[in-house]
């Protein structure tokens, strides 16, 4: 399976613009710049994509994983909180801090919490990103 997303920039770093599109056109010439990554201006920037892609795919590896421990959640709701620091090496996401909670009626905490943890070692976006990641996960039953 490959899934495809495009970036194009144009101009100077802190004056230029982009657009970000994606395969499937849920985004379509979306704008950042470097407002938008380092300041506070209007449009998206990497980062917060990751974090979009790390809290779902967080969510649907957890309710994966409650699945095989016989559990079944009414919902999961994930925030994902991208951490970028300038080190030696420049700009780099160093951490990923997963805020989570679950609704399961009648669900044991033991069970949850492995089943969380399991979500957060396997998801794919989480093997992918070199970062520490850290979670509170928060069963509501």
């Known amino acids: 399976m490959k899934r495809r997303a495009s970036a194009v920039w144009k101009g100077g770093l ?3 613009k982009g657009t970000i599109s994606t395969e499937s056109k849920v985004l379509s010439d979306t704008q950042y710049s470097f407002s938008t990554r380092f300041e506070n201006g209007v449009g998206t920037n990497p980062e917060e994509l990751i974090g979009a892609a790390h809290a779902g795919c967080f ?3 957890l309710s994966g994983q409650l699945g095989n421990a016989g559990l079944t959640a009414e ?6 909180t991208v951490t970028m620091e300038k080190t ?3 700009f780099t996401v160093t951490a990923v801090h997963l805020d989570v909670t679950a609704t ?3 669900a044991d905490p033991k069970a949850f919490e492995t089943a ?3 979500a957060k070692a396997g998801c794919p976006i989480s093997r992918l990103l070199k970062a520490e990641i850290t979670m509170d996960a928060k ?3």
Do not use: Q
């Open 59 to 61: 969510s649907m590896a």
């Open 139 to 141: 069963l509501v039953s």
């Open 104 to 106: 399961i009626p009648g």
């Open 116 to 118: 969380a943890n399991n």
């Open 88 to 90: 030696d090496a420049g």
């Open 75 to 80: 919902s999961i709701a994930t925030t994902a």
């Open 14 to 16: 802190k004056d230029g």
